[in-house]
């Protein structure tokens, strides 16, 4: 059984930064076991989308809205992955979730909420 949790979510002007961190837990939740780890958000009334993803081997990708302003990394001695957000928007207001995949089993955290004033 994995566990992922996240936090760091919060109430930030425009033009701030937050960061987000996903912890992982259980049996089998080492952060390095994952083939890909990743952040998803949604925003009221909207879809989910992927905001960043990484591989085990550390490579990165970033959604076109946040790239440049988002950075995507890991510490593998505290099982956990970081969302740092960087000149944040109020189109950046969404709930975060953390997803990690692993062959076909995925596993999700339960989110935290972000939220940009203007």
């Known amino acids: 059984q994995v566990q992922l949790v996240e936090s760091g979510g919060g109430l930030v002007q425009a033009g701030g930064s937050l960061r987000l961190s996903c912890t992982a837990s259980?049996?089998?939740?080492?952060?390095?076991?994952?083939?890909?780890v990743a952040w998803y958000r949604q925003a009221p009334e909207k879809e989910r989308e992927l905001v960043a993803s990484?591989?085990?081997?550390?490579?990165?990708d970033y959604s076109n809205s946040v790239n440049g302003r988002f950075t995507m990394s890991k510490s593998i001695t505290r099982n956990t992955v970081y969302l740092q957000m960087n000149s944040l928007k109020p189109e950046d207001t969404a709930v975060y979730y953390c997803?990690?995949?692993?062959?076909?089993?995925?596993?999700w955290g339960q989110g935290t909420q972000v939220t940009v004033s203007s």
């Open positions: 997803a990690a995949f692993r062959g076909v089993v995925e596993y």
């Open positions: 259980g049996v089998s939740g080492s952060i390095s076991s994952f083939k890909v």
């Open positions: 990484m591989t085990a081997g550390g490579s990165t």
